[in-house]
């Protein structure tokens, strides 16, 4: 059973630069069958969509923090990771990974982590 | 970007009664339109995709339809395990986008 688990700071000062990881555990990262997504949610709001990867590298990210986001993933980790340089207050979130199937159903993110909060804060 | 409109906001039921929630799209979406169930504390988990289609494990009283631009998620009757916060998300374009939630509460 695929699980994700996600790490990092949980306070991060305003301009700085946000790095989390998700660990893969019970399957690998490297299936070409999977695309991998980050999505945050502040508190006692929606869920917004940051960005997905697939292991080959190709990535899409949302407009909304395209300049100052990557996502990648390291195959010999088996972990997914997300960097969001500059953050300010705004970036405060409950920021969870995310597993979808790229060319199988269910054609919808079918596995997440158990999310890790992240406030910016001096 | 695709905005995703929910409504209700909240949906004020009874356990045994039938929960209707709406999400309208600003463009179509075809028939990529995903439903998550999120409770507190938990992260979201997938109950429909492809607009009507129940992924592994989720009950038959859960049920989706619609295509285009309006969609419906469906709660045959009520559970005491269903009052949750419900998302649509649609995959058609980028960015993908969710709705604002459908709090369905205990009346």
Do not use: M
């Amino acid at each position: 059973q695929v699980q994700l688990q996600e790490s990092g700071p949980g306070l991060v000062k305003p301009s700085q630069t946000l790095s989390l990881t998700c660990n893969v555990s019970g399957g690998s990262i490297s299936s070409g069958s999977h695309y991998w997504t980050w999505i945050r949610q502040p508190a006692g709001k929606g869920l917004e969509w940051i960005g997905q990867t697939f292991a080959s590298g190709s990535t899409n990210y949302n407009p909304s923090v395209e300049s100052r986001v990557t996502i990648s993933v390291d195959t010999s980790k088996n972990q997914l990771s997300l960097k969001l340089s500059s953050v300010t207050a705004a970036d405060s979130a409950v920021y969870y990974c995310a597993r979808g199937w790229i060319h199988l159903p269910p054609y919808g993110l079918d596995i997440w982590g158990q999310g890790t909060t992240v406030t910016v804060s001096s | 970007e695709i905005v995703l409109t929910q409504s209700p906001a909240t949906l004020s039921l009874s356990p045994g009664e039938r929960a209707t929630l709406s999400c309208r799209a600003s463009q179509t979406v075809y028939s990529g339109l995903v439903w998550y169930q999120q409770k507190p504390g938990q992260a979201p988990r997938l109950l429909i995709y492809d607009a009507s289609n129940r992924a592994t494990g989720i009950p038959a009283r859960f049920s989706g339809s619609g295509s285009g631009t309006d969609f419906t998620l469906t709660i045959g009757s009520l559970e005491p395990e269903d009052f949750a916060v419900y998302y649509c998300q649609q995959r058609s374009n980028w960015p993908r986008t969710f709705g604002q939630g459908t709090k369905v509460e205990i009346k």
